[in-house]
């Protein structure tokens, strides 16, 4: 099967159009949605009404926002509701969809939050709307595409960014928000496979559901238990700056490294003084431009923009001291900071 790909680079806020994308070949496979045909516009500058909905409250879903933007300055008949939910728990997913869907919403785009207790979810939505994953997927549902990252490359990336942190190796621990995630699962895949061999020992992941506070305090903890810990390994976005506020509070900045994913101010601030060795950071900017213009051409009857392995990879990069500033002057643009 074929997978779209488009090359990495953080854009800025003036970029004039979507990236040509390329095929490589792939062997995922997912079921065909069944959408909503009967809605679909009839032509190429027909009204169409969609949905983004995140996992939770986070700045990496502020860049997702300026991506639809973008989509919808560039098509006025676009319209997106965009639902940035509290903490993303399914019966919180649900209800966005419903909602939605009571709306007429005719494509939706969800980071759906724990895959395989949302299969019934995603598929009962996909007899009504148009349904895209975006972030985190849902393979073994109805969706139609998934756009957003690979997770495992990308957790591949942040293992072999642990061998450079703890060159001899050690005891490290994982944190994240939920296990279930298709994120984080596929992540924690990644970084499994690239330590395989290694002198890295993973004591455990360590989950918070979204709870900031319990974020801090699961590290906190790590490192009252295991005194010997040499790395620790923040999986999703907000689980960079608690590792590194755990460790300020411990005394252990540059003691024990630390490893992380996305682009949060305080994780950036850490790269910059060597508090954090790195980040793998992804382009929510692109998941909410291509996703939101994929669904509208879709809707408007041009379904050959879903590649036939139902999947859109948007590679990620590895942001360390040596590549931060361009990277961060960048992120400021786009996000109006600059």
């Known amino acids: 099967m074929m997978t779209r790909r488009v090359p990495f680079q953080l854009l800025a806020v003036g970029i004039a159009a979507l990236l040509a994308v390329g095929c490589s070949q792939d062997s995922s496979s997912t079921s065909t949605s069944t959408g909503t045909d009967s809605t679909k516009p ?20 502020t860049i997702a926002k300026k991506g639809i933007d973008k989509e ?42 724990t895959p ?35 997770n495992v490359d990308a957790g591949k990336q942040a293992g072999e960014e642990i061998k450079k942190a703890i060159p001899a190796g050690g005891k490290i621990m994982l944190f994240v928000g939920s296990k279930d995630a298709g994120n984080a699962k596929e992540r924690y895949q990644g970084i499994q496979e690239a330590l395989k061999g290694s002198k890295v020992q993973i004591l455990d992941v360590r989950t918070d559901d979204g709870d900031r506070g319990r974020a801090k305090s699961n590290v ?31 005394g252990k900045i540059g003691k024990i490294k630390i490893v992380t994913f ?44 879903v590649p036939a392995a139902k999947q859109v990879f948007v590679p990620t990069k590895v942001i360390t001291k040596d590549n931060l500033d361009e990277f961060w ?10």
């Open 329 to 338: 002057t960048n992120l400021k643009k786009l996000t109006g900071k600059a």
């Open 72 to 113: 919808t300055t560039e098509d006025p008949a676009v319209s997106v509701d965009f639902r940035e939910i509290a903490t993303g728990t399914p019966a919180e997913q649900k209800q966005a969809l419903d909602d939605c869907l009571v709306n007429n919403v005719q494509g939706i785009a969800i980071s759906v939050k």
């Open 262 to 305: 996305d682009e949060a101010e305080e994780t950036l601030g850490g790269i910059k003084d060597g508090s954090i060795s790195a980040t793998v950071v992804q382009q929510p900017f692109e998941f909410g431009y291509q996703a939101t213009k994929m669904m509208a051409d879709y809707l408007r009857g041009n379904k050959s923009v």
């Open 220 to 250: 906190s903890d790590t490192i009252v238990a295991n005194p010997d810990i040499a790395c620790l390994v923040g999986l999703w976005s907000y689980n960079g700056p608690a590792i590194l506020n755990a460790v300020k509070d411990a």
């Open 116 to 150: 395989a207790e949302q299969v019934d979810m995603v598929n009962a939505a996909a007899k009504k709307a148009l349904i895209f994953t975006q972030d985190s997927d849902a393979p073994n549902t109805d969706r139609t595409c998934y756009v957003g990252t690979n």
């Open 42 to 61: 009839k032509d190429a500058k027909a009204p169409v009404k969609l949905a983004f909905i995140t996992n939770g409250t986070d700045p990496f879903w």
